[in-house]
């Protein structure tokens, strides 16, 4: 078990960086946005290639970014429903959702993707728009993100298993996110401030 416990703590943080490298995407996406609707209200000027480069960075940012969602367990999930049962039970409807729904969803969208993302690489797949872009590089999105996803789903599965083993802390895989009470408490503070 101490090997895949490694194995988990190596794949957390392989996407703790490529979530955090990932967030700079955002800033590059609204900087050409903005760039670009400034140029077509003053310049009557646009580009389907300025365009199409937000629709890329958006679907990295989405496609890269929810292995790092799931490991800050930050994904929608029914907690209404779920925070009235024992924490033993909580990591027991996890696992089961990932073994029985993540995994599953997952692998299937990667068989579909990686072929999907092949025949456009082979083929150095254009845009059909007038000055538009390469198109594969945004299709190997597709399988990268979802590999990502599954290994997140895998390291996952073992810290739930290790918590209920007694090996691993709640802490590795509860929400990362402060508590409606301590952002209310911070925004009590920051208003003292001003």
């Not at 946005?33 to 310049?43: E, H, I, K």
């Not at 990591?91 to 299937?108: E, R, S, Y």
């Not at 090996?167 to 301590?182: C, D, G, H, I, R």
């Amino acid at each position: 078990m101490s090997f895949l416990l490694s194995l988990s703590r190596f794949i957390d943080d392989l996407n703790e960086k490529i979530g955090h490298g990932i967030s700079w995407a955002l800033l590059l996406a609204v900087i050409i946005c903005s760039g670009n609707a400034v140029v077509r209200y003053l310049f009557n000027m646009s580009s389907n290639g300025w365009l199409e480069i937000q629709w890329y960075l958006f679907a990295a940012i989405f496609l890269l970014a929810t292995s790092y969602t799931l490991r800050r367990n930050e994904h929608v999930r029914i907690d209404v429903v779920v925070s009235h049962f024992s924490k033993r039970t909580q990591v027991w409807i996890d696992l089961i959702g990932f073994i029985v729904f993540l995994m599953p969803a997952t692998l299937l969208i990667l068989y579909y993707g990686t072929p999907y993302a092949w025949i456009s690489i082979q083929n150095q797949e254009v845009s059909s728009n007038a000055g538009g872009l390469i198109v594969w590089p945004v299709k190997l999105l597709i399988p990268l993100g979802f590999i990502l996803l599954a290994l997140q789903g895998i390291s996952e599965i073992i810290k739930r298993i290790g918590y209920l083993k007694g090996l691993v802390p709640a802490s590795a895989f509860e929400k990362q996110a402060a508590t409606p009470e301590e952002e209310i408490a911070a925004i009590k503070a920051a208003n003292q401030i001003n």
